[in-house]
């Protein structure tokens, strides 16, 4: 079983804080990899927040071939930050040469675009950086978004930390919102895309736990938006969903729990709003999921979420702070980052909720 | 002594033979009262006897005629293996026996093809028997309990829009629903095929009814059932008990005069129109009923005089399936309102996908279920030639159709329901699983149903004379002597029994891949023993 986490807070947060909040967690966990998605970043890139940020793994050639790419696509390059490694012998990492991250200003012509034009001008960029970098095999692209940087790489996350210098604290990577997870994939291949969170337009998304109706989400997700390809793990389906019910038929949130998993039949008849849900169920009944499983989200309001399967077979559980909101699949994480905490506040959100974290902190607990 | 013609039929030309142990027959008479296709009959035959009955031996041979039960060496009037004789014998002094010498099928057709019911006898290879679930959860995910968990197991039946085209508006932060959108009802995944009265017998028809008001009412399983070209009782379809009916039109339209005279006084909605289109029995013939078998009741109930009852193969008027969405669903769905999901049934055909890609592109959005019926689909009466010599697997096709609508990013919005062979090893609830990871929203089952109420037709030729009237277990005859047999409550116990059991053993087979709701489209749940099939479906060889 995986473990999963994330962090909310009010003062900028670094990756360590992550770290120590998924450590102790390590024996549900293979400490096989760590990945992380950071969100309203300060630190170096505090400067550029609505500037698009490239986070790439890549060879020497790769990186040249992203260039050519952006330049022919009048992307400005505004910032970079490529950490230099610490290289000491012994460190369980499989490392990728260059990891960098990289400010873009938008092209000339993006001054007269829409909001959703300029998304999916984003959108369409890493989809098209991927393929590149996909058929040369010469590097991952992992997210291309304002505000947004990812982090991903196979090993030993201690070792993975030392490598890129996050146990430094440094002041150089922070951020009001980081969801992190120390685990690489175990049900198929160990690819790089495979690891949680996911990205995309916005909306982050890691998962513990087996999507069972991985297959037939699999097979209606990939008609549905040109983003939704690889499916390296089961549980990108999740963030797909995310991404279709909020995103593409702006719906209000709570349908995403009713998508994912919807009340048996026999409760939607005594509710009031039984057409809607009904409709909902059958309409989208291949985005079903099914198999236990926990979800953290992030949404491009910056907004975090939680909610569980529909029979709570994987625990996640949400402690706070006046400055600090954390979600985590054990308690024994939140001990560790906010041992002061009330602990009597903690939140084991249950099976029909979807537990809500707005910018204020103030935490929301919706019934389904 | 009179020289015998070799074209005479002799009883070892027959498919069954009559064992006869006239040592141990009683001559009490049941198996010939009871034969319904008079294939035996008693006969005086000079017999040798050596009997002894004096306290000390004493054999004496005796010449005397006496009584026997003899088969009849008849084209006509032969023994179709039912087996109601052993059945009813109490010294176990007689019982049929196949005969692999038999020239009958070749002798048979001197009064035009042969006729009769039940399913193929040539086609019936299991591919469903070289699939077993084979991805089972359990260390990567719990399997769920099937005692303690509860499990979702409906279906939809109806035109399902996709989520882009339903006609919500955001009200305070709320989904509200701002249009029309085409009725579905969800129901349970094991739908009860369309047997008319008329094929049945009413006792069987009503016992089948029964089971299914039982089911609703009683166990809360939501079981439908279609009626059959062959019309409803007016008093049913004047009855609350409609909601739980779909009623059936086929080219021949019987009982259509009926049902549409008792629309204005139905008190409820029936829960579907079934259009049919073909049968995977005998795909490309229409409906038959031979006169032998309307009676008085189903002539008033059909409108018609006693005579063979012959469906079209085709509805009049309908050259393309344009027309059949825009005549016949639009008509039926208009007469009811728009409020009753019309759905389609058709035979399994090398054509299928190319329909279910036509109905799945209606612009009007009405073709509320698909059908597709295979070749081991039964039927009360067929050409033997038809069924034994045309059709189509329904498992490829069911599993052709649900990838062409996953191409196309269309899957479950016109259900697919498959039927024709499920449960013909006994366990339909292994079968309807199976059908639905491979892509089918449910099944639908009639042979099983009256197996249950006593049918022992078989694929290897057992019985199978559903067309001839004399059903020997009161099923599918309409002689009140041989109705008689069938007891209506136990019949309708027993289907009540076995749906409950399919309900149990289909959560048997979702508690251990972990579902909670139907595994529609979860091929990888599958595996195969058989490499071609697995590549044929696209699922897992396994070995």
């Known amino acids: 079983m995986c473990r999963i986490g994330s962090i909310k807070s009010k003062v900028p947060v670094q990756p360590s804080k992550a770290l120590h909040l998924m450590l102790p967690q390590q024996e549900g966990h293979d400490n096989s990899g760590f990945a992380m998605v950071m969100q309203d970043l300060y630190g170096i890139f505090s400067n550029y927040k609505d500037k698009p940020l490239l986070s790439l793994a890549c060879t020497q050639r790769g990186e040249q071939l992203v260039a050519d790419y952006m330049d022919a696509h009048n992307f400005v390059r505004l910032a970079e930050w490529i950490p230099i490694p610490d290289k000491r012998p012994g460190l369980d990492i499989k490392a990728m040469p260059y990891y960098i991250f990289r400010n873009y200003d938008y092209p000339e012509d993006a001054a007269f675009m829409s909001k959703e034009e300029k998304e999916n001008l984003l959108l369409d960029t890493r989809l098209a950086l991927r393929k590149i970098l996909d058929e040369a095999g010469e590097g991952y692209v992992y997210s291309f978004w304002p505000d947004v940087l990812t982090l991903k790489e196979i090993g030993d996350p201690r070792d993975i930390a030392t490598y890129f210098h996050l146990w430094d604290d440094n002041g150089c990577l922070c951020a009001k919102s980081i969801v992190a997870q120390c685990r690489q994939n175990t049900n198929y291949d160990i690819v790089r895309y495979a690891a949680h969170p996911f990205f995309l337009q916005g909306y982050t998304l890691c998962a513990n736990g087996e999507n069972t109706f991985y297959t037939k989400n699999k097979e209606f997700q990939k008609s549905l938006h040109r983003g939704y390809i690889g499916f390296e793990s089961d549980s990108q389906c999740f963030l797909n969903t995310l991404h279709y019910v909020h995103h593409e038929l702006k719906w209000p949130l709570i349908y995403y729990k009713h998508v994912i998993t919807p009340l048996p039949f026999e409760e939607i008849a005594d509710r009031e709003d039984k057409d809607t849900l009904i409709a909902i169920r059958q309409s989208l009944a291949n985005l079903e999921i099914n198999g236990p499983n926990t979800i953290i989200g992030v949404l491009p309001t910056q907004e975090m979420i939680t909610c569980c399967d529909s029979k709570k077979l994987r625990p996640v559980v949400v402690g706070r702070t006046d400055d600090m909101v954390a979600i985590s699949s054990e308690v024994c994480g939140l001990n560790e980052i906010m041992p002061d905490r009330d602990q009597t506040k903690d939140i084991y959100p249950n099976e029909r909720e979807i537990v809500v974290i707005d910018n204020n902190l103030e935490v929301q607990r919706w019934k389904q | ?543």
């Open chain 2, 1 to 543: 002594m009179e020289t015998v013609r070799t074209q005479d039929v002799g009883v070892n030309d027959l498919n069954w033979k009559i064992e006869y142990d006239p040592l141990r027959c009683t001559m009490c008479g049941s198996c010939v009262a009871s034969c319904s296709f008079k294939a035996i009959h008693v006969e005086m035959q000079r017999v040798d006897k050596t009997v002894s009955v004096d306290n000390q031996p004493n054999p004496v041979k005796r010449h005397e005629a006496r009584p026997v039960i003899k088969q009849v060496a008849s084209l006509t009037d032969y023994c179709r293996g039912c087996g109601i004789c052993e059945k009813v014998c109490p010294n176990n002094a007689i019982r049929p026996v196949r005969n692999p010498d038999s020239r009958q099928t070749l002798l048979s057709k001197d009064h035009g093809p042969i006729k009769r019911g039940g399913r193929t006898n040539i086609n019936a290879q299991r591919a469903l028997d070289s699939i077993v679930v084979g991805r089972i959860s359990q260390m990567t995910d719990p399997s769920l309990d099937a005692a303690r968990h509860t499990f979702d197991i409906r279906s939809p039946f109806g035109r399902v829009l996709s989520a882009k085209e339903l006609p919500f508006k955001i009200v305070d932060g709320k989904l509200v629903p701002a249009g029309h959108t085409p009725p579905v009802h969800w129901i349970y995944p094991l739908i009860f095929s369309d047997m008319s009265i008329g094929a049945l017998s009413t006792r069987a028809w009503e016992a089948v009814a029964l089971a299914v008001g039982y089911l609703n009412e009683k166990c809360g399983l939501p079981v439908r059932m279609s009626s059959g070209e062959g019309g409803m009782p007016v008093k049913l379809l004047e009855s609350e008990y409609l909601k739980y009916f779909i009623i059936q039109i086929a080219s021949g339209h019987f009982g259509w005069n009926r049902i549409i005279k008792a629309m204005p006084h139905m008190v409820t909605d029936p829960a579907g129109i079934l259009i049919k289109i073909g049968q995977g029995a005998k795909p490309g013939d229409g409906g038959l009923l031979q006169s032998a078998k309307v009676a008085e009741h189903v002539q008033a109930i059909r409108g018609v005089p006693k005579a063979t009852l012959a469906s079209p193969p085709n509805h009049q008027g309908l050259y393309s399936i344009e027309e059949s969405v825009q005549k016949m669903h639009l008509s039926m769905n208009a007469a009811f309102g728009f409020r009753v999901p019309v759905a389609i049934k058709c035979a399994a055909s090398a054509t299928s996908v190319s329909v279910y890609n036509n109905l799945l592109r209606d612009p009007y959005k009405i073709c509320g279920g698909f059908f597709i019926d295979g070749i081991q689909g039964g039927t009360g009466a067929a050409n033997e030639v038809s069924l034994d010599h045309t059709g189509h697997p329904v498992v490829s096709k069911i599993r052709d159709c649900y990838l062409a609508a996953v191409k196309q990013g269309l899957q479950g919005q016109i259900p697919l329901y498959g039927g024709g062979g499920i449960g013909m090893t006994g366990n339909a609830a292994a079968d309807a699983f199976k059908m639905m990871c491979l892509g089918a929203n449910g099944v639908f089952c009639g042979k099983v149903l009256i197996q249950l109420l006593g049918c022992i037709g078989n694929e290897q030729g057992r019985c199978n004379s559903c067309n001839t009237g004399k059903c020997p277990m009161g099923i599918c005859t309409q002689d009140p002597r041989l109705v008689k047999r069938l007891d209506i409550d136990r019949g309708a116990q027993k289907i009540v029994d076995y749906v409950l059991a399919f309900d149990n053993e289909l959560k048997k087979l979702m508690a251990p891949i972990g579902n909670s709701s139907l595994p529609i489209g979860r091929s990888d749940a599958l595996v195969s023993t058989d490499k071609a099939i697995a590549d044929r479906l696209g699922i897992q060889y396994v070995c």
